[in-house]
């Protein structure tokens, strides 16, 4: 019997207690109140030429930017919102 691979998307994930986040999740757990992020790096600030925490989302971080180092996985809890990232998004928080 073939094992099922989990198939995980890139999203940030921001919370109760104004944690900023990305990393991969199971499409499944998105609508979930606390869920795993795997790769996660925690956005500590971000500068006004993003566009606001859902330019982090669209665009990624830039180099005014101050991003937490990757954690291999992250249990969050009290999520308030899961925003689908773009490529670029991704290409940028992986460089950060």
Not at 6 to 35: C, H, I, M, W
Not at 41 to 56: K, N
Request: glycine content about 8%.
């Amino acid at each position: 019997m073939a094992t099922k691979k989990v198939v995980r998307v890139p999203v940030l994930v921001t919370t109760q207690y104004r944690g900023v986040f990305f990393g991969f999740v199971d499409p499944v757990e998105k609508a979930n109140k606390s869920l795993t992020l795997t790769d996660c790096r925690c956005c500590i600030s971000w500068a006004a030429s993003v566009g606001g925490f859902l330019g982090l989302a669209a665009v990624g971080p830039n180099r005014d930017c101050k991003i937490g180092t990757q954690a291999p996985s992250v249990l969050l809890h009290d999520i308030t919102s899961v925003t689908d990232c773009t490529e670029a998004a991704v290409e940028a928080w992986t460089k950060a």
